[in-house]
């Protein structure tokens, strides 16, 4: 056999792989319809391509690269068979580079890297070149539907609130108020934008720029209560002044502080993204908390991703657990 066979035999593996990637998802995809333009169409490992993702995003395709001896050409060269004229971003997360890391385009005709995306029928703003992650995390799809079925007449606390995608969904579906924390000024800035072009209501009080924990204990001693509380924090963060945040260590005393501005018989939408936390401890962090705090957390539900994202051992997917929390009454004093 030749080089150039080999090689031959080799791309047309490559072209069936992401041919039979697309078609599991093609019913999902139809379903949708044009009300969803963002989705995964290639899973790392779960679709043969360990250490590589690819996403649909409106016009665009995006492939990111989470491991320095991947290489993602043959994928690209393949993507441009399927979807010809279509541009094509690449972002190596794994990179140093922050040209590289952030995102740059590929191969496809030029367009601008900043465009909007529909999930649902709420339009979020994507960015494929100016940071590591695009504004829009597409594994919490699922849980963001759960938030916008569940959040009539609740007042909704959305923490590592990110671009705000939990908070508008909240917002979509009838909530009586939302409150979106982070600690960076960009990602409001991007959460207010995305209220904005969802003429979705908001004002002084919807959006805070702060530690989430410091928030957490300044809201519990202003006896500030929620109906329901969206906690998703990253893996890791850092804190000044203050030790560095593990999800995988300090997850059961974040809930704590959740379960102290929760309102009676309110509900915490529990997530959980780190590959050092798997659900066994997701289910400890729950038990420790309730301990901790003398209160019944019931789990009602695991939400994970839709079947664009398969399972796979080398890359973690958001999982969120429906926490019904029951507070014991305040004992009343006697005379």
């Not at 904005?196 to 530690?211: A, G, I, V």
């Not at 989430?212 to 804190?239: E, H, M, N, T």
């Not at 945040?245 to 501005?261: E, I, N, P």
């Not at 798997?278 to 019931?298: E, M, N, Y």
Request: proline letters at 5%; charged letters at 25%.
């Amino acid at each position: 056999m030749t080089l150039s066979s080999t090689v031959h035999d080799a791309a047309v593996a490559i072209l069936k792989k992401l041919e039979t990637a697309i078609q599991r998802r093609q019913r999902l995809i139809s379903q949708w319809g044009d009300r969803t333009t963002a989705y995964r169409l290639v899973n790392s490992g779960a679709d043969g391509f360990s250490g590589l993702t690819v996403d649909r995003l409106g016009p665009c395709l995006l492939v990111e690269v989470h491991r320095r001896e991947i290489d993602s050409t043959p994928l690209v060269s393949a993507l441009e068979q399927l979807f010809a004229d279509t541009p094509i971003f690449i972002k190596h997360r794994w990179s140093r580079s922050s040209e590289k890391r952030s995102g740059f385009l590929a191969a496809g005709p030029q367009m601008s890297p900043n465009f909007e995306v529909l999930e649902n029928g709420l339009r979020f703003q994507v960015r494929l070149a100016d940071d590591e992650h695009i504004g829009l995390f597409l594994d919490s799809r699922l849980p963001r539907e759960w938030v916008a079925a569940h959040s009539r007449d609740r007042r909704v606390l959305n923490l590592f609130s990110y671009t705000g995608g939990f908070g508008m969904a909240a917002a979509m579906g009838g909530a009586r108020s939302t409150v979106n924390i982070d600690n960076k000024n960009s990602a409001l800035t991007y959460a207010r934008q995305n209220y904005e072009r969802n003429r979705l209501s908001f004002d002084q009080r919807t959006f805070f720029k702060c530690d989430v924990l410091y928030y957490l204990k300044r809201a519990a001693s202003q006896k500030g209560r929620f109906d329901l509380i969206i906690l998703d924090p990253p893996p890791r963060f850092k804190r000044r002044r203050q030790r560095d945040f593990l999800a995988h260590r300090d997850y059961a005393g974040l809930l704590v502080q959740c379960v102290s501005v929760l309102a009676p018989n309110g509900i915490i939408l529990a997530g959980l993204n780190a590959l050092k936390a798997d659900d066994t401890q997701l289910t400890q962090f729950i038990a420790d908390a309730a301990h901790t705090t003398h209160t019944r957390i019931q789990t009602c539900d695991i939400l994970t991703a839709h079947a664009d994202f398969p399972p796979t051992e080398d890359r973690p997917t958001s999982r969120f657990a429906i926490l019904e929390v029951t507070i014991p009454p305040t004992p009343t004093a006697t005379m």
